[in-house]
Structures are given as structure tokens and as C-alpha cells.
């Protein structure tokens, strides 16, 4: 799961992008990133070249890309979105013009904001499809030891004190994971729809985008349902498990 913060034809946006890999599926995917990475740029090394949203969907490189120029960030992001199909990942997205409910690690510990919670739920009602045995893992790029010791405090709290406590802990791990994106391709592919899920606050701002948002939203699976003013018991986990639809309204 990764943010993303940008002003959107004049809108100061927040937005937030996660996908998710099927653990037996996982190294395969990193592979996949690594010898594409390889073969575009050359790297030898996993942390070479971070897929980053800002730099891949940047403007010169669809001023490359309109001149008949070899842009190697949209030749790896095309490869690296194919392989997330291949693999069987989802997607999940949120944006607002209200960037503040984004900001995890200065939130106040005992309150997760909306954003968070709808998207946990979309969390657990992907993993209510799979193996019962199985349990879902939040991961979030390690910043620093004392925001991230506060964003943990604050996913750990939710779990373990929302009326839907039992569903979200049968799931899902109930404490976040921290690792340094440049070296998580999952990290990297949620910044990529993040930053894409910004440009949904006005699509027509920048239209080059849409094909590209178009192939994540293809991976967009569930329902989404919104929780009112960050109240968890406005959000029924267990209804949320029950729905087996495929459609996701991505925004919020």
C-alpha cells in the first residue's frame, strides 16, 4: 500500500493505491520485475531503477513517446502491469481532495481514517475468497522509525478494537509490515496506482493517463462500500465477507 499527493488541475489530492499478489505467486512476480528491469535497463541489482509513478507517467515521457521515442519506463511498466495479471493480483485505489485523511503517520493512534478503513475491508473481503488457512499482510514503505512506529500503532489499534475485530484478525495479520520500496516490486506497483488514482480527481487533466488507468482498473475487484466519518461500526465486516460481487467503484 502506498500514497501518493498531488495538485490536480488546481486540486491539492491524496491518494491511496495497494495491490495484491497471491502469496504463491509473490517471488514469481519479483522475478518477473527483476529480469524486466534487466533486459529494459541493464540493472544487475533488484534496487536498481525503483518503478516509480512520478517518474514513469511523467510528462516529458509522453513527450518522448509522442515524437516515436523509446520511453524504457513505459516499456517496463507494460511488462511488470502484464506480469500483475498473469499472477492474479488485485487493486484497490482511493483519492480525495481532502489529502490530510492520507497522512497515516499523523493521524492520531486510536483513529484510522476512512480511506484506510473501506480499503482494509476490501482487504478482507478479497482474502474471504481464498483458503481459509490463509491470512492477508499489510505492507508499507519504511520511512522512519518514528512515523511508521506511529502508522503500526495506529492499523494494530483498529484491528484489535473495531466491533468486526474477529473477522478483520481471521483474515488478515493484524500488525502492518514495513519494507523499503525500492526493493518491494509490490511497493512499487502501488505507487504506480496511486499515482494514477490521483489523476481520477479530474481524468480530463491529463487524458495520456487514462489507457493506463484502464489497465489497473481491469484489476479492480469488489464492491466498494464507504464508511461514514472514520466511525468503524458504520462498516460491517461481515456483510462486507458475504458480498461476492466483482465490481469495485474505485474513489472515494
Known amino acids: ?12 489530492t491524496g491518494s491511496l493505491g495497494a495491490v495484491g499478489i497471491p502469496a504463491e505467486r509473490y517471488n514469481h512476480f519479483c522475478g518477473v520485475m527483476h529480469a524486466v528491469k534487466r533486459d529494459v535497463y541493464g540493472t544487475f541489482e533488484l ?3 525503483e518503478v516509480k509513478g512520478s517518474g514513469t507517467f511523467s510528462r516529458s515521457s509522453f513527450r518522448m513517446h509522442a515524437k516515436g521515442e523509446v520511453v524504457k ?11 500483475l495479471v498473469d ?5 484497490f485505489a ?40 490463509e491470512r492477508g499482510g ?55 496506482v496511486a499515482y494514477l488514482a490521483a489523476s481520477q480527481m479530474d481524468p480530463a487533466h491529463r487524458p495520456e493517463l487514462a489507457p493506463w488507468w484502464a489497465r489497473f482498473e481491469a484489476m479492480a475487484s469488489f464492491e466498494y462500500r464507504e464508511t461514514k466519518n472514520g466511525d468503524p461500526k458504520t462498516c460491517s465486516g461481515a456483510e462486507l465477507a458475504r458480498s461476492k460481487s466483482r465490481r469495485l467503484k474505485l474513489g472515494w
Open 73 to 83: 519506463s513505459h516499456a517496463v511498466a507494460e511488462q511488470v502491469i502484464e506480469a
Open 1 to 12: 500500500m502506498d500514497e501518493s499527493f498531488q495538485t490536480i488541475n488546481g486540486v491539492p
Open 138 to 192: 499489510i505492507f508499507l514503505d519504511q520511512l522512519g522509525h518514528a512515523e511508521d512506529n506511529h502508522a503500526a500503532c495506529t492499523i494494530a489499534n483498529y484491528f484489535a478494537r473495531t466491533q468486526d475485530r474477529y473477522l478483520l484478525q481471521r483474515l488478515m495479520l493484524q500488525v502492518p509490515h514495513y519494507t523499503h520500496s525500492v526493493v518491494s516490486p509490490g511497493l512499487q506497483m502501488a505507487d504506480l
Open 94 to 133: 482511493r483519492w480525495t481532495d481532502d489529502p490530510g485523511l492520507l497522512s497515516l503517520r499523523n493521524t492520531s493512534a486510536d483513529r484510522l481514517t476512512e480511506p484506510y478503513v473501506s480499503i482494509i475491508h476490501d482487504f478482507c473481503r478479497a482474502m474471504s475468497t481464498r483458503a481459509d488457512h
Open 87 to 91: 499472477d492474479g493480483g488485485m487493486v
Open 47 to 49: 534496487t536498481e531503477h
